[in-house]
């Protein structure tokens, strides 16, 4: 069955949009979390959360690519996950990946009031770059990839991957910069 289907499945509130969805993006769904997690049982909860999430907001929202929304939505539950898990001591990767997004961001004190405008820059962004680029830039901040697995993954030498990642968040930063200029 296809995604239009499968979303169609959503609107008519038909339960076999899930079972569907489970057939089609459960493996997938599953290797994603397990990128943010190592407890399976916890990427297990994140991928239902995600069935949850999609059935409680497909109406009204119909996704242009299904996968991709349940990722996001399994994605922003590793997340809650993670900071549950380590309310006390936080994951030292997710917070080198905050502190390294975080040179991005011009101004700090108006980052979350503004979080919908800065997105689309990086949106924007990502767009104009080359397409290793934007392989490298999405596998770490997206996907939350290590260097090592982007460099394994993309043939270039960690150094490089480093080199490129630290680039282009300068260009972000100046790239943010002349928007608001523009503004």
């Given at each position: 069955m296809n995604d239009t289907n499968i979303i169609d499945l959503y609107f008519r509130r038909d339960e076999d949009a899930i079972s569907e969805t489970i057939k089609s993006y459960n493996g997938r769904l599953l290797r994603f979390a397990s990128r943010f997690l190592s407890d399976k049982r916890d990427?297990?909860?994140?991928?239902?959360?995600?069935?949850?999430?999609?059935?409680?907001?497909?109406?009204?929202t119909r996704p242009d690519n299904l996968f991709a929304y349940l990722a996001a939505l399994c994605r922003n539950s590793a997340l809650d996950v993670i900071k549950k898990n380590t309310a006390q001591k936080r994951s030292a990767q997710l917070v080198e990946l905050t502190s390294e997004m975080n040179e991005c961001i011009p101004d700090q004190s108006l980052a979350d009031d503004r979080s919908d405008e800065i997105a689309e820059y990086i949106n924007e962004y990502l767009g104009i770059l080359p397409r290793e680029k934007r392989v490298v830039f999405v596998g770490r901040y997206w996907y939350n990839e290590s260097i090592s697995d982007i460099s394994k993954k993309t043939g270039f030498s960690q150094s490089k991957v480093k080199t490129m990642l630290h680039r282009m968040r300068e260009d972000?930063?100046?790239y943010i910069d002349r928007k608001d200029g523009s503004q």
């Amino acid at each position: 069955m296809n995604d239009t289907n499968i979303i169609d499945l959503y609107f008519r509130r038909d339960e076999d949009a899930i079972s569907e969805t489970i057939k089609s993006y459960n493996g997938r769904l599953l290797r994603f979390a397990s990128r943010f997690l190592s407890d399976k049982r916890d990427a297990e909860e994140c991928v239902n959360d995600a069935y949850v999430r999609a059935w409680n907001t497909i109406p009204p929202t119909r996704p242009d690519n299904l996968f991709a929304y349940l990722a996001a939505l399994c994605r922003n539950s590793a997340l809650d996950v993670i900071k549950k898990n380590t309310a006390q001591k936080r994951s030292a990767q997710l917070v080198e990946l905050t502190s390294e997004m975080n040179e991005c961001i011009p101004d700090q004190s108006l980052a979350d009031d503004r979080s919908d405008e800065i997105a689309e820059y990086i949106n924007e962004y990502l767009g104009i770059l080359p397409r290793e680029k934007r392989v490298v830039f999405v596998g770490r901040y997206w996907y939350n990839e290590s260097i090592s697995d982007i460099s394994k993954k993309t043939g270039f030498s960690q150094s490089k991957v480093k080199t490129m990642l630290h680039r282009m968040r300068e260009d972000l930063r100046e790239y943010i910069d002349r928007k608001d200029g523009s503004q």
